[in-house]
T-cell receptor, first 113, second 114 residues
Framework: AQKVTQAQTEISVVEKEDVTLDCVYE???????LFWYKQPPSGELVFLIR??????QNEISGRYSWNFQKSTSSFNFTITASQVVDSAVYFC??????????FGKGTMLLVSP | DGGITQSPKYLFRKEGQNVTLSCEQN?????MYWYRQDPGQGLRLIYY???????QKGDIAEGYSVSREKKESFPLTVTSAQKNPTAFYLC?????????????FGSGTQLSVL
């Protein structure tokens, strides 16, 4: 069985603040993949990043960065200098073994001007 | 442009009625999926298909049916047996169902009960 927990239901910040979205996962498989998706108000989920279990290097893409720590089973997502356009629901997801993708319940991020 | 098209964007169902949600993809993907999204509940898998003429139940298949007669199309029927159908429905596709495959999503259909 696999599970993803996003403990933060909703986060509100003011523009230019940094914000971190938490993701904790559970799996018994040694090979697995973690994902982050963004769901803007339009509804479509947009892929942000995929990371496999053998690659613990942190990644930075513009204002986005991801911190993968196997020791704590976490894959946290940080937005630096947030902008209003970052307002969305963000989903963390896990794929391992023969299971299909399992999503967390999502974190709604509200960035106000 | 390649992508996934869902229609309609909004759909209303009367009591006892079956309704069908359309999903078409032109990405040449083998696998397709249907998810249901309820507020604060994340995405839950209804059905998925790895190949034409084959599909498997997901976590919440009761009250739903699907078909996969063409690679490009994966329609979802919400039957009258689904007592709480109001939700946002998302269709997705991937090249295969191998572990680690990235999913591409459509823009969703909001289904409401009249």
């Amino acid at each position: 069985a696999q599970k993803v927990t996003q403990a933060q239901t909703e986060i509100s910040v003011v523009e230019k603040e940094d914000v971190t979205l938490d993701c904790v996962y559970e799996t018994r498989d040694t090979t697995y993949y973690l994902f982050w998706y963004k769901q803007p108000p339009s509804g479509e989920l947009v892929f942000l990043i995929r990371r496999n279990s053998f690659d613990e290097q942190n990644e930075i893409s513009g204002r986005y960065s991801w911190n993968f720590q196997k020791s704590t089973s976490s894959f946290n997502f940080t937005i630096t200098a947030s902008q209003v356009v970052d307002s969305a629901v963000y989903f963390c997801a896990l794929n391992s073994g023969y299971s299909t993708l399992t999503f967390g319940k999502g974190t709604m991020l509200l960035v106000s001007p | 442009d390649g992508g996934i098209t869902q229609s309609p964007k909004y759909l209303f169902r009367k009591e006892g009625q079956n309704v069908t949600l359309s999903c078409e993809q032109n990405l040449n993907h083998d696998a397709m999926y249907w998810y249901r999204q309820d507020p604060g509940q994340g995405l839950r898998l209804i059905y998925y298909s790895q190949i034409v003429n084959d599909f498997q139940k997901g976590d919440i298949a009761e009250g739903y049916s699907v078909s996969r007669e063409k690679k490009e199309s994966f329609p979802l029927t919400v039957t009258s047996a689904q007592k709480n159908p109001t939700a946002f429905y998302l269709c997705a596709s991937s090249r295969r169902t191998d572990v680690g495959e990235k999913l591409f999503f459509g823009s969703g259909t909001q289904l409401s009960v009249l």
